[in-house]
Structures are given as C-alpha cells and as structure tokens.
T-cell receptor, first 114, second 115 residues
C-alpha cells in the first residue's frame, strides 16, 4: 500500500532556530515529491518539487532533500520566523496511472515561538 | 500566486439543506480536484476531472456530486447536508509539465459546518 509518513507530528521551536522535518514514503513507481506549506484555514502552497534525479532543492530558507533509494525526504528550515508557523505536508506522486496520483502525508504542525 | 478561488470561505448550515461550494480557476488548467480535510489529518481526494464533461469519484467515498461544464468552473454540491459532512473542502487544479514537474495549485478552502 502506497503511504507517506511524516515526523514529527508536531514541533515547537524558538524564533531564529533551525529545524528539520522528515518524510518517508513507500509510493511506487515514484514520479516526484513536493513539500507544501499550509497555514491554518488556508489551502496548501507549494514550496519545492523534486523528481527522481534531484537530491536537493532550495527555496529561500527552505531546503528539501530527497534520497530516492531509501525513499526519504527532509525539509530543513533555516533561521525560523514566526510566519513559518504552519503545517508542512509531504506529497508524493506516482507515475503508474494517467492521473499521476498524489499521496499526502498528515503533515507536521510547526509552531515558532518568539 | 495561484489564481484559484473558492466561495464561500466559511459556511454554517442546518441539516438537510442543499449547498454548493464554488471553485474557479483562471489558469486554463484541464485537471481539477476536490479534497476533504479534517483537522490534523491528510487530504483525501473525493472528486476529480480531466476536463469539460469529465468527472470521476476519488478515493474517499462522498455523498457530494460535481460538475464540469466549463474549464474554469468545478462546483461541488451536497443535496442534503448532514453533520458528518462537517469538514474543510479544498479545490485544486493542475498543470501538466514535462519531466514530471506538474504542480497542483490549491484554493483557500471552504470550512463547512453542518449543525
């Protein structure tokens, strides 16, 4: 069964600190992996997208890594800001169907305290 | 910034009422989706469409129905709302890009509460 597991479920850090969120998946055949940021009561917004051949992708203070062999990804946030408080969702797409089906993790709820 | 819109953003309604959640996108995307998301849980696909006059049910069984008469419009309807329908509903559209880089854009969501 294709699954996406994220850890930790929730995380509290102080403003200015770094943190790393984890995503493990079993989706096969793999097409791409994306990290989304979802503010409370809003729709998810894409942060990064990585295909099989990419192992790192940065977007400002966000850096995502992908190890397609171990089926693991991480999202590293540098110098956290209060506005980083949100749910971070790992989404994996397969290439086994026309739909290019998406598998969603439950997200990591990040809270940044001043 | 994605041009995908949902209305209403919040809706509180009584049991048995018929409701329609609106979703529109101005990006010309063929593929559109409806997801249901409970607090702290993952998104579940309830409907999708590949284009005009194409609609399919997703993984999560839903009593809602959808229509796709125009490319930019993908409304979701509940004929008789029940408390079990209380949830957040997210609309999304998708543009296919070469190299597996297609990106799905989400609307802001509709928070539905059925009393």
């Amino acid at each position: 069964k294709n699954q996406v597991e994220q850890s930790p479920q929730s995380l509290i850090i102080l403003e200015g600190k770094n943190c790393t969120l984890q995503c493990n998946y079993t989706v096969s055949p793999f097409s791409n992996l994306r990290w989304y940021k979802q503010d409370t009561g809003r729709g998810p917004v894409s942060l990064t997208i990585m295909t099989f051949s990419e192992n790192t992708k940065s977007n400002g203070r966000y850096t995502a890594t992908l190890d397609a062999d171990t089926k693991q990804s991480s999202l590293h946030i540098t110098a956290s800001q209060l506005s980083d408080s949100a749910s971070y969702i790992c989404v994996v797409s397969d290439r086994g169907s026309t739909l290019g089906r998406l598998y969603f993790g439950r997200g990591t709820q990040l809270t940044v305290w001043p | 910034e994605a041009d995908i819109y949902q209305t209403p953003r919040y809706l509180v309604i009584g049991t048995g009422k018929k409701i329609t959640l609106e979703c529109s996108q101005t990006m010309g995307h063929d593929k559109m989706y409806w997801y249901q998301q409970d607090p702290g849980m993952e998104l579940h696909l309830i409907h999708y469409s590949y284009g005009v006059n194409s609609t399919e049910k997703g993984d999560l069984s839903s009593e809602s129905t959808v229509s796709r008469i125009r490319t930019e419009h993908f409304p979701l309807t509940l004929e008789s709302a029940r408390p079990s329908h209380t949830s957040q509903y997210l609309c999304a559209s998708r543009k296919s890009l070469a190299g597996g880089r297609d990106t799905q854009y989400f609307g802001p969501g509709t928070r539905l509460t059925v009393l």
